[in-house]
């Protein structure tokens, strides 16, 4: 279902006033754009993909001058120092500039977000860092005030019920209103989620469909009453 993940604003489901003041930043000249973003807000709600849509379409930057970073698996001072000597080279592939998106920036050590407000305090022009969290409060105060904010909210039910019906009629498959209203539930707001129940039940017939939902119903179950017995433990 990673066909259905926005290219653009205008089909980006949900955050309407969030998309609205991020468009109004990054539609002027390529050197007006500030270059540090930060997009915070709930695992799922879109926060990479909006900076996707920044880097391609308003970056003008494309193939290896995106360099996404995870930083749970990169976050030590090392990726950091690696990024600020390569942040002063030109373009690869005749790119206007380079884009990182840092994606769980939280997870980075202290030294880490310390080398890293340093590469923000000596950007070039020409790149640019989109951070993306779901715990902000965990970055250093100096990142966060030098950086262009903005929060990602989960969707509405009604906005949610949009989307799966726009993948429903793409794929030209039904869901019963019964269906739909479980999907809704099990999603939780989470585009990202609801698509990948989709992608689970796309082509199946009613009572698999079900099955489906009522396997993701048990392993959710299990997963809470797992956590839950490790938090009395201790």
Same mark, same amino acid.
């Given at each position: 279902?990673?066909?259905?993940?926005?290219?653009?604003?205008?089909?980006?489901?949900?955050?309407?006033?969030?998309?609205?003041?991020?468009?109004?930043?990054?539609?002027?000249?390529?050197?007006?754009?500030?270059?540090?973003?930060?997009?915070?807000?709930?695992?799922?709600?879109? !926060?990479?993909?909006?900076?996707?849509?920044?880097?391609?379409?308003? $970056?003008?930057?494309?193939?290896?001058?995106?360099?996404?970073?995870?930083? =749970?698996?990169?976050?030590?001072?090392?990726?950091?120092?690696?990024?600020?000597?390569?942040?002063? /080279?030109?373009?690869?592939?005749?790119?206007?500039?380079?884009?990182?998106? $840092?994606?769980?920036?939280?997870?980075?050590?202290?030294?880490?977000?310390?080398?890293?407000?340093? =590469?923000?305090?000596?950007?070039?022009? !020409?790149?640019?860092?989109?951070?993306?969290?779901?715990?902000?409060?965990?970055?250093?105060?100096?990142?966060?005030?030098?950086?262009?904010?903005?929060?990602?909210?989960?969707?509405?039910?009604?906005?949610?019920?949009?989307?799966?019906?726009?993948?429903?009629?793409?794929?030209?498959?039904? /869901?019963?209103?019964?269906?739909?209203?479980?999907?809704?539930?099990?999603?939780?707001?989470?585009?990202?989620?609801?698509?990948?129940?989709?992608? !689970?039940?796309?082509?199946?017939?009613?009572?698999?469909?079900?099955?489906?939902?009522?396997?993701?119903?048990?392993?959710?179950?299990? =997963? !809470?009453? /797992?956590?839950?017995? /490790?938090?009395?433990?201790?």
């Amino acid at each position: 279902m990673t066909k259905y993940r926005p290219k653009e604003f205008d089909s980006f489901y949900g955050s309407a006033d969030t998309v609205t003041a991020l468009h109004n930043t990054v539609n002027r000249a390529i050197e007006d754009i500030p270059n540090t973003f930060l997009f915070h807000g709930p695992s799922g709600c879109g !926060k990479t993909t909006l900076a996707r849509i920044v880097a391609n379409v308003y $970056l003008k930057a494309s193939g290896r001058d995106i360099i996404e970073i995870d930083s =749970a698996d990169y976050r030590g001072i090392d990726s950091v120092r690696d990024i600020r000597k390569k942040m002063h /080279l030109s373009p690869i592939s005749g790119s206007q500039s380079v884009v990182y998106i $840092l994606d769980e920036c939280h997870q980075m050590t202290k030294d880490a977000q310390n080398a890293l407000l340093k =590469a923000l305090e000596d950007t070039p022009k !020409k790149t640019f860092f989109m951070l993306c969290t779901t715990e902000p409060e965990k970055l250093l105060k100096t990142i966060q005030t030098r950086s262009v904010s903005f929060k990602v909210d989960l969707l509405e039910d009604d906005i949610m019920e949009e989307l799966i019906a726009e993948v429903c009629e793409e794929e030209k498959f039904t /869901l019963s209103k019964k269906h739909i209203s479980m999907l809704v539930n099990k999603a939780e707001g989470s585009p990202r989620q609801a698509l990948n129940l989709l992608d !689970k039940v796309v082509g199946l017939d009613k009572d698999e469909i079900g099955d489906i939902f009522e396997n993701f119903t048990t392993q959710e179950t299990r =997963a !809470k009453e /797992l956590a839950q017995a /490790l938090i009395y433990q201790h």
